[in-house]
Nanobody, 131 residues
Framework: QVQLAESGGGLVQPGGSLRLSCLAS????????IGWFRQAPGKEREGVSC????????YYSDSVKGRFTISRDNAKNTVDLQVTGLKPEDTAVYYC????????????????????????WGQGTQVTVSS
């Protein structure tokens, strides 16, 4: 069956960086908007970033804009999230997901991060930011 697998999480000090990767199996990521979400303990899952298939445009939540960069490598069938300038409040489980209803993320949180539009989800990778 379709699988999305995240990797690259870990424990990092404040200000540090990680590169999270989302690899798809039995599914071609190209052709769909792909999102990264995160869920911190005791909080709801929230959208972090989205990358379009149609034109490669991206969308970021305000909390990560300027620190996180999303990219896709269609040859490898992966979507990566480079996270820099990490803060303790970035601690969360990070998930990638595929939106089968959209090829573009759009320009708002509604178009980019409506979670029920995302059909396939990975199991998540833990990012812990602590000194």
């Amino acid at each position: 069956q379709v699988q999305l697998a995240e990797s690259g999480g870990g424990l990092v000090q404040p200000g540090g960086s990680l590169r999270l990767s989302c690899l798809a199996s039995r599914f071609i990521l190209d052709g769909y908007a792909i999102g990264w979400f995160r869920q911190a303990p005791g909080k709801e899952r929230e959208g972090v970033s989205c990358i379009s298939s149609s034109d490669g445009s991206t969308y970021y939540s305000d909390s990560v804009k300027g620190r996180f960069t999303i990219s896709r490598d269609n040859a490898k069938n992966t979507v990566d999230l480079q996270v820099t300038g990490l803060k303790p409040e970035d601690t969360a489980v990070y998930y990638c997901a595929a939106n089968l209803l959209r090829t573009a993320c759009g320009t708002s949180r509604v178009t980019a991060f409506t979670q029920h539009e995302y059909s396939y989800w990975g199991q998540g990778t833990q990012v812990t930011v602590s000194s």
